[in-house]
T-cell receptor, first 120, second 115 residues
Framework: DAEITQSPRHKITETGRQVTLACHQT?????MFWYRQDLGHGLRLIHY???????NKGEVSDGYSVSRSNTEDLPLTLESAASSQTSVYFC???????????????????FGPGTRLTVL | AQKITQTQPGMFVQEKEAVTLDCTYD???????LFWYKQPSSGEMIFLIY????DEQNATEGRYSLNFQKARKSANLVISASQLGDSAMYFC????????????WGAGTKLIIKP
């Protein structure tokens, strides 16, 4: 079945290290998004992409980067991890064809299972 | 100003009762979409229901329905016959026409179903 996956599901790292979180979707969606979720802040958009070679900054992009070399993947890189980046990270994708409701082009965002990142 | 407001930080409801979770929104666009997501304690974000601004009927998906009152700019989620498994955080979100597919999120409502 088509789906969206994230890896790893849990990661512990040290401050200053580079970390890459993977996101892979098999729906052939053009749009992909990275969010972080922290208590008291809800979901905040980090970066997003509307297609191959397209990337854009969200509201909390400092310290993060993404690249989109194909339709399926949008890896998120923390260049030099900081304790403030301890969070749960969600990847989401959307497209003109809804995988669960054919014929409805609502561009619903479907989420991966999340990655819990701890920076010590 | 908040574009999506969920005024109920937390709610307790007796099992089998109906639940209404409030969501009000603010937009000047004529074309927009409203979404509800569920986040159980396991952490995943689960899409529940969608309402387009031009949809004439309220959206329904199984036990979920969306009470869409356009003039009041409200999009309340109604869960009929609540179950223990409905205990979760619920988020309302909006996509505006010129948002390039981005969503604006509410702060969420924590729903607890009591047996």
């Amino acid at each position: 079945d088509a789906e969206i996956t994230q890896s790893p599901r849990h990661k512990i790292t040290e401050t200053g290290r580079q970390v890459t979180l993977a996101c892979h979707q098999t729906w052939n969606h053009n749009n992909m998004f990275w969010y972080r979720q922290d208590l008291g802040h809800g979901l905040r958009l980090i970066h997003y992409s509307y297609g191959v070679q397209d990337t854009n900054k969200g509201e909390v992009s400092d310290g993060y980067s993404v690249s989109r070399s194909n339709t399926e993947d949008l890896p998120l890189t923390l260049e030099s991890a900081a304790s403030s980046q301890t969070s749960v990270y969600f990847c989401a994708s959307s497209g003109g064809i809804d995988p669960y409701r054919p014929g409805q082009g609502s561009h619903t965002q479907y989420f991966g299972p999340g990655t819990r990142l701890t920076v010590l | 100003a908040q574009k999506i407001t969920q005024t109920q930080p937390g709610m307790f409801v007796q099992e089998k009762e109906a639940v209404t979770l409030d969501c009000t929104y603010d937009t000047s666009d004529q074309s927009y979409g409203l979404f509800w997501y569920k986040q159980p304690s396991s952490g995943e974000m689960i899409f529940l229901i969608y309402q387009g601004s031009y949809d004439e009927q309220n959206a329904t998906e199984g036990r979920y329905s969306l009470n869409f009152q356009k003039a009041r700019k409200s999009a309340n989620l109604v869960i009929s016959a609540s179950q223990l498994g409905d205990s979760a955080m619920y988020f309302c979100a909006m996509r505006e026409a010129d948002s390039n597919y981005q969503l604006i999120w509410g702060a969420g409502t924590k729903l607890i179903i009591k047996p």
